[in-house]
């Protein structure tokens, strides 16, 4: 078994994108710039989008968070995106999700301009992935394909199995291993049996939400398994989706939780800043 680590793999990909950054400002007197937009005070956002900035502190990308506070109105908040659609400075915004439930994530996203969506959830850029052409992927799903190509492992006639049907993870990690030739199927919560599909699985991908929902005997001996969930035990520890002690022993490769798919989300954001600031003008 192998541990496909997402940590030291992000950190050789900030390295490379470091000197990328500095080559921009040298060429073309380019400083890619991110803006993230965070509504309210859940405290997990807060650190998500803190770690964000640090990240791009560390490649010399500029970032600026625009705080609101949680009874801020759609409008206000479209508003904002539209003065940052128009600002040359800002090639990346970034809404923090999840907005509070009265802001409709739908519409706000659709105002963020397709050309500075480093999310990768505007519809156009949706489409733009499930039609095969260049586009913003979200982050995650393409910090999971970073992570197999890094390890040599090509998804082409294997058997795909996506756990979670979400638009920001389980979506478009479905479209990128179809893109890449894999015989993929997608669960959910109607799956009638979840065990009877994961069981297939030569690469299982899991971002639901349950710790402990993927256990051993859910799993083929051999399997490659991405574990995309982020839970929180009663004592406070970080666990995934996965029975990583267990399930770790049949695996032909294992995403750790955490330092496997979380740190790979960050760095691709990063990776599309930069596409984004190179594609300026
Ligand atoms: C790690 C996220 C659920 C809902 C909204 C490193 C991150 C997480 C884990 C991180 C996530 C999850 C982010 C680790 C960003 C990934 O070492 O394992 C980094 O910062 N993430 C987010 O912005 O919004 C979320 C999960």
Known sequence: MTILDGKALSLKIKDEMKKEVEELK?????????????VGDDPASHTYVKMKAKACKEVGIYSITHEMPSSISEAEIIETIEMMNKNPNI??????????????????????SPKKDVDGFHPYNVGRLTSGLDSFVPCTPLGVMELLNEYHIDPKGMDAVVVGASNI?????????????????ICHIYTKDLKSHTQ?????????????????????????????????????????DVDFEHVSKKASFITPVPGGVGPMTIAMLLKNTIKAAKGRN
């Open 26 to 38: 040298q060429t073309r007197n380019i400083v890619p710039g991110l803006a993230v937009i965070l």
């Open 169 to 185: 993870v389980g979506k478009p990690m479905a479209a990128l291993l179809l893109n890449a030739n894999a015989t993929v199927d």
């Open 200 to 240: 297939r699985a030569d690469i299982l991908v899991v971002g639901v939400g349950k710790p402990g929902l993927i256990t051993e005997d859910m799993v083929k001996e051999g399997a490659i398994v991405i574990d995309i969930g982020i839970n929180k035990t009663e004592d406070g520890k970080i666990v995934g």
């Open 91 to 112: 090639d990346g915004i970034l809404v923090q999700l999840p907005l509070p439930e009265h802001i409709d994530s739908t519409k706000i996203l659709e105002v963020i």
